[in-house]
């Protein structure tokens, strides 16, 4: 048995040679833990970097307001689907292991692990000293509970929970002792870590729903639905402190009614900015850049009319103009994407896809004319009201289909109607959103499997379920990769949605203020945030 310790569980995907991306049980066995995850060489490039007020004392204390422009859509962690909701919780919540801003694997509630040679023990060490908000110290009856919750694995289940697919893997979940925990999977799993970022909550508490409680470095304060979300300092908390003693939430109705706050000094930090916003900013703020690492895509529902025609998919990819896209909305920046996958993944991203719809109108009419759509088509766009990017993307869209005789028409709906309608139902014929993704390539691909409860897009390919169970079984680690890259290659060719950027993300920083930090994974770390000295 080989000992895992977070310190060197290293997320980053390096481009060396020897790097070994989750292959912890590969053939021939190493000694040192040598797994990677993936993410961006420079997950950030500031503008202004924080380097400039690193000559300016911290201030420990304050208090400040961070707009956001989604409503929460669960205070309980194991509830929450949307991204927006995750990383607000990522302040009040932790797995046995949490992300850093390295795309380190970092200890959490755990401060150790171990994986069998057979990849189907994990055993973890847990920390002394970590307390719930309440007072009250963790026990492994907590992690035990939290775990079997997020894997389905309670006697009495609750529907509303989001059971993660890659955690139905675990067989049973055993208490060794007082301070080990061990999980026992159907089989061997060489993805399973990031999975196990999912909250760590009280066994015997029923109030997540209205009142939050976990390890992290804020404790909950208060929530007012379409209004705000307050924490403040955990000041029990087990690593190190947060500076500021209260963060606000602040939740806007949209891109532009957070933007009006901001240029009236009413916000202190806001992390959506488009293009256009970013050159109006008062002085008395900094814009710093980062990268979303979404998938952001024009989604078209495969079941739906004109859209369960792989010609008329395949013509609405050729006629989007990716570049004018991005030059539009975001200056030029962010990353052109060819699959459901961002490049921040380096070494399992299909670079060979590149290209594949690059802008062409001719060939979009002549497959739109194949189609039985020589005289064009009308379609109908749904896009949540609340993220202007994707609406400003929707109006260039519309504009660029004109070229090959497509009438696009935008619905704009709030955000909880999308995930009601568009997410659950599926009653849509296309969308535009982002898609985030957890720290392991699978995340990004495996809503796409046919009975997939999350496949929205209602794609079909029995190839691609296939390849994806090949996936998940290898435990070698360039098997994964030519996996990973094949169902990619199915998505693309098989046109099953109109894939656009990796947005690059633009974020309003007060100059009072450092300690803004861009992770691998859509977050809004508050606890390194601080004011400075003048």
């Known amino acids: 048995m080989k000992d895992k310790y977070f310190s060197k569980y290293v997320l980053m995907l390096a481009v060396l040679v020897l790097t070994i991306a989750l292959s912890g049980c590969k053939g021939d066995k190493s000694d ?15 503008e202004q970097s ?15 307001v961070v707009g956001i422009t989604q409503d929460l859509d669960s205070l309980d962690p194991h509830k929450a689907v949307a991204a927006g909701t995750n990383e607000v919780l ?66 009495e289940t609750d529907s509303s929970v989001k059971v993660e697919s890659a955690l139905s893997n675990v067989k049973e979940v055993n208490i060794v002792d007082d301070q080990t925990i061990e999980l026992a999977l159907k089989s061997a799993d ?104 979404l998938v952001q895509a024009l989604f078209l529902n495969n079941d739906a009319e004109p859209f369960n025609d792989i010609k008329v998919r395949q013509a609405i990819c050729y006629a989007l103009d990716r570049q004018g896209i991005l030059d539009m909305v975001a200056g030029g920046r962010g990353a052109i994407i060819d699959t459901n996958m961002f490049p921040a993944f380096t070494k399992y991203y299909n670079t060979d896809l590149t290209g594949t719809y690059d802008n062409n109108v001719e ?29 400003d993307t929707a109006q260039i869209i519309v504009e660029q289909l004109k070229a090959v005789g497509i009438t696009a028409k935008i619905q704009l709906i709030e955000w909880n109607s999308w995930l009601s309608d568009v997410y659950g139902n599926r009653n849509y014929q296309a969308t535009i959103i982002g898609l985030d993704s957890n720290l392991a390539p ?26 994806f169970a090949k996936a998940i079984a290898s435990t070698v680690d360039e098997e994964k990769v030519e996996y ?34 861009f992770y691998p994974v859509y977050v809004q770390d508050m606890a390194k945030v601080h004011y400075i000295s003048e």
């Open 442 to 467: 699978r995340d990004s691909l495996e809503r796409f499997e046919s009975t997939h409860k999350n496949n929205f897009i209602n794609y079909n390919n029995p190839d691609f379920d296939a390849t």
């Open 50 to 64: 924080d380097s400039e007020t690193s000559d300016k004392d911290a201030i420990y204390g304050g208090s400040i």
């Open 190 to 293: 060489t993805e399973l870590l990031p999975y196990l970022t999912s909250a760590i909550v009280p066994a015997n508490y029923d109030k997540l729903d209205k009142e939050p409680m976990g390890t992290g470095p804020f404790k909950f304060v208060s929530y007012a639905p379409l209004e705000s979300f307050v924490i403040a300092k955990n000041e029990d908390y087990w690593g190190d402190k947060a500076y500021l003693d209260k963060v606000t939430f602040k939740i806007s109705a949209n891109t532009d009614s957070a933007f009006m706050e901001l240029m009236a000094g009413s916000i202190d930090i806001f992390p959506y900015l488009t293009d256009d916003q970013a050159t109006q900013l008062p002085d008395t703020y900094r814009i710093e850049e980062g990268n979303m690492n």
């Open 363 to 391: 060939k979009a009419k002549e497959l739109l004319a194949e189609a039985g759509y020589a005289n064009g088509l009308t379609f109908t766009i749904t896009v949540p009201s609340s993220y202007q990017f994707h609406v």
């Open 90 to 155: 990522f302040n009040v919540y932790e797995g046995l292991v949490k992300p850093n801003e390295n795309g380190d694997l970092v200890p959490a509630v755990a401060s150790e692990y171990q994986i069998s040679e057979d990849g189907k023990i994990y055993t973890f060490t847990l920390r002394d000293g970590v307390k719930f908000h309440n007072g009250e110290a963790v026990t492994a009856e907590d992690v035990k509970y939290s775990i079997e919750r997020c894997a389905g694995l309670l006697k």
């Open 32 to 46: 040192k833990n040598t797994n990677k995850m993936p993410t961006t060489d420079d997950t950030s490039s500031n």
């Open 484 to 517: 990973y890259k094949q169902l990619q290659a199915y998505l693309t060719n098989d046109a099953a949605s109109a894939y656009i950027q990796s947005p690059a993300l633009l974020v309003a920083v007060n100059k009072k203020l450092a300690g803004y930090t």
